[in-house]
């Protein structure tokens, strides 16, 4: 089966602070996507990906397909405490959609 | 636009009761239609899909079961609750063809005592 590996698990950071995680996999993806989810809410997507090697922005968030199609990164920049939560990336196959562990972020004002 | 509901929001079961979680779609047809288990606020497992009508893939076999009785209406069961089965139930859906993208719903939380 898939091996999808999210890193880091958590982070600390001074807000303001910039911020980057990534997802590896053994396998190859046709999308990516990332998700963030606040305490006792359902997941939010935040930015989708189509296409090895696209890169997307929304507002402060940037991510990135990459061009082997096993794998993706997030940053955020200019952290705010609204930041915090834990982020999601999401590659997907036909119907499957496989979540990683997660990246849990916590940002100190 | 579309709108998926979930309830209830919360609940508290003993242990050897049956339990209903149902989930609703509004304003999209024939989506496909996902529960997800999250314990402890990481980690997504993948119980069921459907896509369509009387159409459930489980992905994990266990004390429940899903049904799918209308277009829109996603249904996960159990006769029994296990102390196991405690957890933050999801549901979400995505369009049926081409399903590039999942939305989800509030979500349940389940306590088994």
């Known amino acids: 089966g898939q091996q999808l590996n999210q890193s880091p698990q958590s982070m600390f950071i001074q807000e303001g602070e910039d911020v980057s995680m990534n997802c590896t996999s053994s396998s190859i993806f046709n999308t990516w996507l990332w998700y963030k989810q606040d305490p006792g809410e359902g997941p939010v997507l935040l930015i989708a990906?189509?296409?090895?090697?696209e890169l997307t922005s929304n507002g402060r968030l940037t991510a990135q397909f990459g061009i082997t199609r096993k794998d993706s990164f997030l940053n955020i920049s200019a952290s705010i405490p609204s930041d915090v939560g834990i982020y999601f990336c999401?590659?997907?196959?036909?119907?499957?959609?496989?979540f990683g562990t997660g990246t849990s972020l916590t940002v100190i004002p | 636009s579309q709108t998926i509901h979930q309830w209830p929001a919360t609940l508290v079961q003993p242990v050897g009761s049956p339990l209903s979680l149902e989930c609703t779609v509004e304003?999209?047809?024939?989506?496909?239609l996902y529960w997800y288990r999250q314990a402890a606020g990481r980690g997504l497992q993948l119980l069921f899909y459907?896509?369509?009508?009387?159409?459930i893939s489980s992905e994990v076999p266990q004390n429940l079961s899903a049904s799918r009785p209308q277009d829109r209406q996603f249904i996960l069961s159990s006769k029994k609750l296990l102390l196991s089965d405690s957890g933050f139930y999801l549901c979400a859906w995505s369009v049926g063809a081409g399903s590039y993208e999942q939305y989800f719903g509030p979500g349940t939380r389940l306590t088994v005592t």
């Open positions: 304003g999209t047809s024939n989506p496909n």
């Open positions: 459907s896509v369509g009508i009387g159409q």
């Open positions: 999401v590659p997907r196959t036909g119907n499957q959609f496989y």
């Open positions: 990906l189509y296409k090895a090697g």
